[in-house]
């Protein structure tokens, strides 16, 4: 019952939000262990760039995967691929999650590397 509640916000939030080549989405995920962050262009259908707690980078710089300092690491790994890929300008995405803790600190350390949203 709570996953068709959650299915229902997310896809309300998407007819919405439209990712294109030039302002892609910034869809983050999160769950009670990791949080993922990806640049998605919804004209194509692909990903441009994507990020998370799982990654071989970010594993050595951490104790945990679920803090905010995780997510503030991979907010600032996301902002650096998608500089890499000249993209500046996205849309952001919280997943109908609420935008406090993990969520902010993700948002708020792609914004400081150059993120624009």
Do not use: W
């Amino acid at each position: 019952m709570l996953q068709k509640t959650i299915d229902k916000i997310k896809r309300r939030i998407r007819q919405k939000i439209k990712g294109t080549s030039e302002k892609p989405r910034l869809s983050v995920f999160r769950s009670h262990k990791h949080i993922y962050a990806q640049l998605i262009d919804d004209s194509t259908g692909k990903t441009i760039a994507s990020s998370s707690t799982l990654d071989k980078n970010i594993n050595s710089k951490i104790n945990s995967k679920s803090t905010c300092e995780a997510s503030t690491i991979v907010g600032q790994l996301i902002a650096k691929k998608s500089l890499e890929a000249n993209i500046e300008n996205v849309i952001f995405d919280r997943g109908g999650h609420r935008y406090h803790g993990r969520i902010k600190a993700l948002a708020d350390a792609a914004r400081e590397n150059g993120l624009k949203f």
